[in-house]
């Protein structure tokens, strides 16, 4: 069910269709929109489509919103690629497969929701590369997780991380979950699991490195409420509160260092070396 987008070029029956809004052939195929008119702002997809085709809204740079229908399946390649003024799209939860490029150059969408349906997304299929930022929000088993998408440079990172995302047995997530080697999907993806997960020693270990290096920056900043905030899942371990209760102490960012004592002696507790000191 590919049809290129030259294929009825020409043809009486194309020219007759091209007066209409919308193309839809076979199983519920787009095969244009409107392409007398590359100067409207809003497309709303009509129910019954299932596959964007191939190129459809390629270079509509005045297209600011697309309403997509429930039903939809399949985003093909290079449906939206180009689409610089588009700035909203919502993925409908039928959604299951997005193209190579299909929204490669969309400068404007700088947030997109993909729906826990989504089984494959193909090479620079998000918007995002080369571009930054740009975020894409993931529906998981354990909530929304941000992932930046400006580095997706190839199909093996992101079927591991959409494998992931649908994975239930913990052990198996663990093992995939080691296997992404970008940063920036653990960070946002570490804390989802150690909540998910609390007896997987190693989401644990992993929240607690991001929540020290956090509540570091955050000390450098002077964010005294994301301190607090931070402090508040108990993750900061004995090992771990005594430098960041040093370097708050040497940034002269007294408050939090009032805070980081306070949780010390209240939730992490004293060495019995410490605690003759104190006496």
């Given at each position: 069910n590919y049809i290129w987008p030259e294929a009825f070029t020409g043809t009486p029956w194309y020219e007759e269709q091209r007066?209409?809004?919308?193309?839809?052939?076979?199983?519920?195929?787009?095969?244009?929109?409107?392409?007398?008119?590359?100067?409207?702002?809003?497309?709303?997809?009509?129910?019954?489509?299932?596959?964007?085709?191939?190129?459809?809204?390629?270079?509509?740079?005045?297209?600011?919103?697309?309403?997509?229908?429930?039903?939809?399946?399949?985003?093909?390649?290079?449906?939206?690629?180009?689409?610089?003024?588009?700035?909203?799209?919502?993925?409908?939860?039928?959604?299951?497969?997005?193209?190579?490029?299909?929204?490669?150059?969309?400068?404007?969408?700088?947030?997109?929701?993909?729906?826990?349906?989504?089984?494959?997304?193909?090479?620079?299929?998000?918007?995002?590369?080369?571009?930054?930022?740009?975020?894409?929000?993931?529906?998981?088993?354990?909530?929304?997780?941000?992932?930046?998408?400006?580095?997706?440079?190839?199909?093996?990172?992101?079927?591991?991380?959409?494998?992931?995302?649908?994975?239930?047995?913990?052990?198996?997530i663990e093992q995939l979950f080691r296997s992404i080697r970008k940063t920036e999907y653990k960070q946002s993806l570490g804390a989802r699991l150690a909540e998910a997960f609390p007896e997987q020693r190693y989401y644990q270990s992993y929240l607690r490195r991001i929540v020290k290096l956090a509540i570091a920056r955050m000390t450098d900043e002077g964010d005294v409420s994301g301190v607090e905030q931070l402090l508040n899942l108990r993750a900061v371990t004995r090992q771990n509160i005594d430098p960041l209760i040093s370097a708050a102490h040497a940034a002269g960012q007294h408050e939090i260092y009032a805070m980081l004592v306070r949780y010390k002696s209240e939730t992490v507790g004293y060495t019995p070396e410490e605690r003759k000191l104190l006496l």
């Open positions: 007066q209409q809004e919308f193309v839809i052939l076979g199983d519920g195929i787009l095969y244009a929109c409107n392409p007398m008119d590359r100067e409207r702002t809003h497309v709303t997809v009509p129910e019954g489509v299932k596959y964007l085709g191939l190129y459809v809204f390629e270079e509509h740079r005045q297209l600011r919103s697309v309403t997509l229908p429930e039903g939809l399946l399949e985003l093909r390649m290079a449906c939206f690629r180009h689409c610089t003024s588009l700035q909203t799209l919502k993925l409908p939860s039928s959604l299951q497969t997005v193209e190579a490029a299909a929204l490669f150059g969309c400068d404007s969408l700088m947030h997109l929701h993909i729906p826990h349906s989504v089984r494959r997304i193909d090479v620079y299929g998000l918007p995002g590369y080369p571009h930054e930022p740009k975020t894409a929000v993931f529906e998981t088993p354990w909530g929304d997780v941000a992932v930046p998408v400006a580095h997706w440079e190839n199909n093996a990172n992101e079927k591991r991380f959409l494998d992931l995302l649908h994975e239930e047995d913990p052990h198996m």
